[in-house]
């Protein structure tokens, strides 16, 4: 089983000193979060999307690229890549770009987004969100597939004899799964073509989670992937931690109450027990996060989100070492204990090119130089 952590890229105020980082402290913390959360031995660092303010994270993938080259065994992930409203060339170029740049560290989760006004920015209709998110995705799959495309749908400009390049390193994509909160169109689309399914976890009551895993899972099953308990399925989750409960609990409390997210709403104690997030304890984390097998079954990666809300970077930090030399160990072991010998792993570069039968050369050459545009010549035979 996959842990990590997942950051949404908040700009928000420190309710206890009123201070509020700039986008370059919040974007240079987060590249200090991605590598301590490889050096206390986590699996994955996932980044979101948004293009609005309070959001800094515009821009994944070169941000992914930079954690990249600075570390050697994190998985590099997205928190959500938009499929809406970004245009599906330019995601399968970027991403198996990065695919390259990471050698092979990378995977990404689709989205729709939570920001409405994103559709009109990048001139596209709220209304289209659902059937943008199935045209788009099923062209990104054959762009990575295919070596030369033609296409035509009802949201972009047709292909004719189109090659995405580079092509995914060995021949194989990188592994999708689809984020969703409450649309079980995105779960179906995530159990059709058999990729994974990821519940942001975070704002709802377990019940919730529960029927939109079932679903996933049921469906999966009904195309022919597996065993539903087969299917690959991610939760998000939001902790604070530290020695003693009543300790975490009064530290966050002024975190949560002014949250953008959060504030203004149920108290604490009302969120902590209506929703995943846990403040307390290591020990509280734990169980906690164990418990939540007993609702979505075996699953594969389970992504913490700890940086949002303002918390300072010293405080996000000493969460992380909590996570790896107190939580995240004891999790590896119950639930590698509990899971049964059929229920698969988290898919990687390495276990996808070893379900391919091994890897290959993907590279496409043009038939004609790409300086002259004629093919079997030189540019000094031309220039002669």
């Known amino acids: 089983m996959q842990f990590g952590v997942f950051t949404v890229s908040d700009i928000t ?13 919040r974007i240079k913390a987060v590249l200090t979060i991605a590598k301590k959360a490889e050096e206390v ?15 800094f994270s515009s821009s994944p993938t070169t941000t992914l ?53 994103v559709y009109p920015w990048f001139g596209k209709d709220i209304r289209d969100g ?46 999708v799964w689809h984020g969703s909160i409450r649309s079980p169109q995105i779960a179906e689309q995530a ?8 519940h942001n976890h975070i704002f709802w009551p377990k019940e919730h989670t529960q029927r939109m895993v079932e679903f996933y899972r049921r469906r ?41 997210v959060y504030g203004h709403g149920p108290s604490l104690e009302d969120f902590s027990r209506e929703t995943p997030l846990t403040v307390g304890s290591p020990q509280q984390v734990i169980e906690r996060t164990l418990g939540f097998r007993d609702y979505v079954g075996d699953y594969q990666r389970q992504l913490f989100l700890i940086d949002h809300a303002g918390l300072p970077l010293k405080t996000v930090l000493e969460q992380l ?24 792993d988290a898919p990687t570069h390495a276990s996808l090119v070893a379900a391919a039968g091994g890897t290959k050369d993907s590279t496409v050459h043009a038939a004609a130089d ?11 035979e031309v220039q002669a």
């Open 65 to 117: 690229a930079y954690v990249a080259a600075q570390t050697s065994t994190l998985q590099l992930s997205t928190a959500t890549t938009l499929i809406t409203t970004n245009d599906p060339v330019k995601i399968a170029e970027d991403y198996a770009m990065l695919q390259h740049l990471a050698g092979g560290r990378v995977d990404l989760m689709m989205g729709r987004g939570n920001t409405g006004p």
């Open 130 to 175: 659902i059937p943008l998110a199935v045209e788009n995705y099923q062209l990104l799959r054959r762009l990575w597939r295919e070596d030369v495309v033609n296409w035509e749908g009802q949201y972009r400009t047709p292909l004719q004899g189109f090659t995405s390049t580079p092509r995914p390193l060995d021949g194989v994509p990188p592994f």
């Open 191 to 198: 159990a059709y073509y058999g990729d994974g399914f990821f």
């Open 220 to 260: 999966f099953e009904h195309y022919g992937h597996g065993a539903a308990d087969q299917a690959i399925v991610g939760l998000g989750g939001q902790v604070f931690m530290r020695k003693n409960s009543q300790d975490a609990v009064r530290e966050f409390r002024p975190y949560f109450d002014n949250a953008p």
């Open 370 to 380: 790409s300086v002259t545009g004629q093919a079997g010549r030189t540019v000094e």
């Open 41 to 55: 031995g986590l699996d994955v660092f996932a980044l979101g999307e948004h293009h609005n303010p309070p959001f």
């Open 13 to 25: 105020t420190d309710p206890t000193t009123g201070r509020t980082p700039s986008e370059g402290e």
């Open 321 to 344: 070492d909590v996570l790896g030399e107190e939580v995240v160990p004891v999790l590896r072991r119950e639930f590698a204990a509990l899971k049964p010998a059929h229920v698969p």
